[in-house]
């Protein structure tokens, strides 16, 4: 009888050590919402230096800057990763091709921008955050650490990489209570949705995971600018530490559950490689 009942005990504890096994490695709970995910390009950028998005590019060769949000739907759910920008100076400044307000390019998606119940925020620079103002009823999550070293407690910028109206904004919808700080790495935010951290393009920039019929999805933004980088094994050229920027890289292969899955944040590619359905629009599927 004592043997039988150690034998339960042995299996049923192995099989709890395997699912907190699995939930380390970025598997996804059976119960997790499946999410439609779709990048929405905004804008372009034109010819933008190669070696602005590749470390060690030919300086002389041109690429195209595809300037995108992400969308993330699940019944209950409508969940942005990043908000673009739309503030007049840096329209002016970077005369992007065919631009038009990210919550345009959403609302044209069929997405009341009001409707966005989240926004993950992968890092705090302009042509990701500044678009935060433009989705009235959405939580913005961020690393604690992203958020601390830039934002100041009077929303004033505490280092160089953030636009002053921004930190300015982060903090008044801090004050707001629509800020959540999120700790750390591996962290599920939300059902099915679970942020990374590593890649150091900014101080603590985070990458996002999502559970889609196709399997888990990689939402990488500024940790993997292009294509390029991920499967020619490269670093971004912007970045803290280009050493973890590729461990981060690597560890993108491991969550998704194909390398196609792993969607970086800049590349045009994006949407030839996920046509449909077309007009600016990609079903990553």
Not at 203 to 214: E, L, P
Request: proline share 7%; charged share 20%; net charge positive.
């Amino acid at each position: 009888m004592r043997t039988r009942r150690a034998a339960r005990l042995a299996l049923a504890l192995s099989g709890a050590l395997g699912a907190l096994g699995a939930c380390r490695s970025g598997a996804v709970r059976p119960s997790a919402p499946v999410y439609d995910v779709y990048a929405i390009r905004f804008a372009t950028i034109p010819g933008f230096p190669a070696r602005a998005f590749v470390a060690g590019a030919d300086s002389a060769r041109r690429q195209d800057a595809a300037m995108m949000v992400w969308l993330l739907r699940a019944p209950g759910r409508t969940v942005l990763v990043d908000a673009g920008f739309h503030r007049d100076k840096f329209v002016r400044q970077w005369k992007p091709a065919d631009y038009r307000l990210p919550s345009d390019a959403v609302a044209a998606s069929g997405v009341d921008p009001a409707s966005v119940t989240d926004v993950v925020l992968s890092h705090i620079h302009w042509d990701h955050a500044d678009g935060l103002d433009l989705f009235p009823r959405a939580r913005v999550w961020v690393q604690r650490a992203e958020y601390e070293y830039y934002v100041g407690a009077d929303g004033t910028p505490l280092h160089p990489g953030i636009d002053p109206d921004d930190a300015a904004m982060l903090a008044a919808m801090r004050a707001a209570g629509r800020v959540m700080l999120v700790d750390g790495d591996g962290r599920e935010i939300l059902p099915g949705i679970t942020v990374y951290t590593g890649g150091r393009h900014t101080y603590a920039s985070q990458y996002a995971t999502v559970h889609t019929r196709a399997g888990t999805a990689v939402i990488a933004s500024d940790n993997a600018y292009l294509y390029e980088n991920l499967e020619r094994h490269r670093p971004i050229a912007q970045t803290f530490d280009s050493v973890s920027n590729l461990a981060a890289q690597e560890r993108m292969k491991a969550l998704a559950s194909s390398p196609r899955l792993i969607v970086p944040g800049h590349d045009p590619a994006v949407f030839v490689r996920f046509p449909k359905p077309g007009g600016g629009v990609a079903h990553v599927e």
